[in-house]
Protein backbone atom coordinates (compact mmCIF):
# COMPACT_ATOMS: atom_id res chain seq x y z
CA UNK A 1 0.00 0.00 0.00
CA UNK A 2 2.93 2.48 0.68
CA UNK A 3 4.50 1.87 -2.60
CA UNK A 4 1.55 2.38 -4.31
CA UNK A 5 1.03 5.77 -2.33
CA UNK A 6 4.82 6.50 -2.90
CA UNK A 7 4.50 5.42 -6.69
CA UNK A 8 1.42 7.76 -6.85
CA UNK A 9 2.62 10.37 -5.02
CA UNK A 10 6.17 10.55 -6.61
CA UNK A 11 4.52 10.66 -10.48
CA UNK A 12 2.29 13.34 -9.68
CA UNK A 13 5.17 15.32 -8.33
CA UNK A 14 7.08 14.46 -11.30
CA UNK A 15 3.82 15.86 -13.71
CA UNK A 16 3.70 18.85 -12.12
CA UNK A 17 7.16 19.74 -12.11
CA UNK A 18 7.79 18.63 -15.95
CA UNK A 19 4.28 20.86 -16.74
CA UNK A 20 6.19 24.02 -15.62
CA UNK A 21 9.51 23.18 -17.24
CA UNK A 22 11.84 20.34 -19.28
CA UNK A 23 13.37 18.40 -16.77
CA UNK A 24 16.82 16.30 -16.79
CA UNK A 25 16.60 12.93 -15.09
CA UNK A 26 18.34 14.49 -12.17
CA UNK A 27 16.32 16.90 -11.63
CA UNK A 28 13.60 14.52 -11.15
CA UNK A 29 15.41 12.33 -9.24
CA UNK A 30 16.22 14.81 -6.72
CA UNK A 31 12.21 16.09 -6.47
CA UNK A 32 11.77 12.51 -5.64
CA UNK A 33 14.37 12.18 -3.25
CA UNK A 34 12.91 15.51 -1.44
CA UNK A 35 9.71 14.26 -1.52
CA UNK A 36 10.80 11.36 0.46
CA UNK A 37 9.76 8.62 -2.13
CA UNK A 38 11.26 5.25 -1.62
CA UNK A 39 14.40 4.67 -3.41
CA UNK A 40 12.85 1.48 -4.85
CA UNK A 41 10.25 3.55 -6.82
CA UNK A 42 12.59 6.10 -8.28
CA UNK A 43 13.43 3.97 -11.02
CA UNK A 44 9.66 3.01 -12.10
CA UNK A 45 8.66 6.12 -12.05
CA UNK A 46 11.34 7.71 -14.15
CA UNK A 47 11.11 4.60 -16.50
CA UNK A 48 7.25 5.70 -16.95
CA UNK A 49 8.73 8.99 -18.02
CA UNK A 50 11.44 7.96 -20.20
CA UNK A 51 9.22 5.36 -22.02
CA UNK A 52 6.11 8.06 -22.41
CA UNK A 53 8.39 10.43 -23.53
CA UNK A 54 7.77 13.04 -20.86
CA UNK A 55 11.35 13.20 -20.11
CA UNK A 56 14.45 13.09 -21.90
CA UNK A 57 18.11 14.20 -20.83
CA UNK A 58 18.81 14.83 -25.05
CA UNK A 59 15.76 17.04 -25.76
CA UNK A 60 16.50 18.99 -22.34
CA UNK A 61 19.75 19.61 -23.39
CA UNK A 62 19.27 20.72 -26.79
CA UNK A 63 16.17 23.02 -25.13
CA UNK A 64 18.56 24.52 -22.71
CA UNK A 65 21.67 25.38 -25.28
CA UNK A 66 18.98 26.94 -28.19
CA UNK A 67 16.93 28.95 -25.26
CA UNK A 68 19.94 30.11 -23.16
CA UNK A 69 22.16 31.27 -26.01
CA UNK A 70 18.44 32.65 -27.96
CA UNK A 71 17.16 34.37 -25.39
CA UNK A 72 19.58 34.64 -22.13
CA UNK A 73 22.20 35.63 -24.67
CA UNK A 74 24.60 33.25 -22.20
CA UNK A 75 28.69 31.44 -23.88
CA UNK A 76 29.29 27.97 -24.01
CA UNK A 77 31.36 28.01 -20.44
CA UNK A 78 27.73 29.17 -18.49
CA UNK A 79 25.48 26.89 -20.45
CA UNK A 80 27.89 23.51 -19.86
CA UNK A 81 28.10 24.83 -15.87
CA UNK A 82 24.63 24.84 -15.86
CA UNK A 83 23.91 21.71 -17.58
CA UNK A 84 26.54 19.61 -15.69
CA UNK A 85 24.89 21.07 -12.16
CA UNK A 86 21.22 19.56 -13.53
CA UNK A 87 22.61 16.25 -14.15
CA UNK A 88 23.61 15.93 -17.67
CA UNK A 89 26.65 13.71 -18.93
CA UNK A 90 29.74 15.83 -20.35
CA UNK A 91 29.76 13.37 -23.79
CA UNK A 92 26.03 14.78 -24.16
CA UNK A 93 27.02 18.64 -23.58
CA UNK A 94 30.35 18.02 -25.70
CA UNK A 95 27.73 16.46 -28.67
CA UNK A 96 25.14 19.40 -28.75
CA UNK A 97 27.74 22.53 -27.91
CA UNK A 98 29.62 21.57 -30.86
CA UNK A 99 26.11 21.33 -32.95
CA UNK A 100 24.83 24.61 -31.66
CA UNK A 101 28.35 26.47 -30.65
CA UNK A 102 30.34 27.59 -33.68
CA UNK A 103 33.28 30.06 -33.41
CA UNK A 104 31.27 32.67 -35.66
CA UNK A 105 28.11 32.85 -33.84
CA UNK A 106 29.82 33.16 -30.25
CA UNK A 107 31.59 36.12 -32.00
CA UNK A 108 28.46 37.46 -33.38
CA UNK A 109 26.68 36.99 -29.91
CA UNK A 110 29.47 38.50 -28.16
CA UNK A 111 29.42 41.76 -30.51
CA UNK A 112 25.73 42.66 -29.98
CA UNK A 113 25.89 41.92 -26.21
CA UNK A 114 28.69 44.61 -26.43
CA UNK A 115 26.42 46.94 -28.62
CA UNK A 116 24.23 46.82 -25.90
CA UNK A 117 25.98 46.73 -23.17
CA UNK A 118 26.05 50.56 -21.40
CA UNK A 119 29.26 51.50 -19.88
CA UNK A 120 29.51 54.66 -17.58
CA UNK A 121 30.88 57.51 -19.19
CA UNK A 122 33.50 58.39 -16.00
CA UNK A 123 35.11 55.65 -16.81
CA UNK A 124 38.58 55.50 -18.94
CA UNK A 125 39.95 53.54 -21.06
CA UNK A 126 41.46 50.59 -19.25
CA UNK A 127 38.12 51.10 -16.73
CA UNK A 128 35.95 50.50 -19.42
CA UNK A 129 37.93 47.27 -20.99
CA UNK A 130 37.51 45.84 -17.44
CA UNK A 131 34.11 46.61 -16.85
CA UNK A 132 33.66 44.75 -20.53
CA UNK A 133 36.40 42.01 -19.93
CA UNK A 134 33.64 41.35 -16.46
CA UNK A 135 30.66 41.45 -18.51
CA UNK A 136 31.40 38.84 -20.75
CA UNK A 137 33.31 36.67 -18.31
CA UNK A 138 30.03 36.21 -16.37
CA UNK A 139 28.18 35.52 -19.66
CA UNK A 140 30.64 32.37 -19.66
CA UNK A 141 32.54 33.16 -22.58
CA UNK A 142 36.60 32.29 -23.28
CA UNK A 143 39.01 35.12 -21.89
CA UNK A 144 40.83 34.77 -25.07
CA UNK A 145 37.99 35.77 -27.34
CA UNK A 146 36.54 38.49 -24.99
CA UNK A 147 40.02 39.75 -24.72
CA UNK A 148 39.38 39.99 -28.96
CA UNK A 149 35.72 40.75 -29.02
CA UNK A 150 36.49 43.80 -26.81
CA UNK A 151 39.42 45.20 -28.51
CA UNK A 152 37.64 45.22 -31.43
CA UNK A 153 34.43 47.15 -30.28
CA UNK A 154 36.57 49.53 -28.61
CA UNK A 155 38.27 50.20 -32.21
CA UNK A 156 35.32 50.37 -33.40
CA UNK A 157 33.95 53.57 -31.20
CA UNK A 158 37.26 54.72 -31.75
CA UNK A 159 38.81 54.42 -28.21
CA UNK A 160 42.44 53.54 -28.04
CA UNK A 161 44.89 52.80 -25.02
CA UNK A 162 46.43 56.18 -25.75
CA UNK A 163 42.65 57.85 -24.75
CA UNK A 164 43.66 56.92 -20.75
Known amino acids: MKKKNDYTRG ?41 DKYL ?16 KRDGPLKI ?20 DFDEDEETRIMEELLVRKRVPAKKNYLQ ?19 IEAIDKHLKKEGLKSSNV
Open 128 to 146: KKQYLYNFLMNKGFCSYKV
Open 80 to 99: RQFLIHKGIKESMIEKFMEN
Open 11 to 51: LNAAFRAIARRDCSVFEIRELLKKKEISEEVHEEIIEVLKR
Open 56 to 71: DDERFTESVIRSKKRY
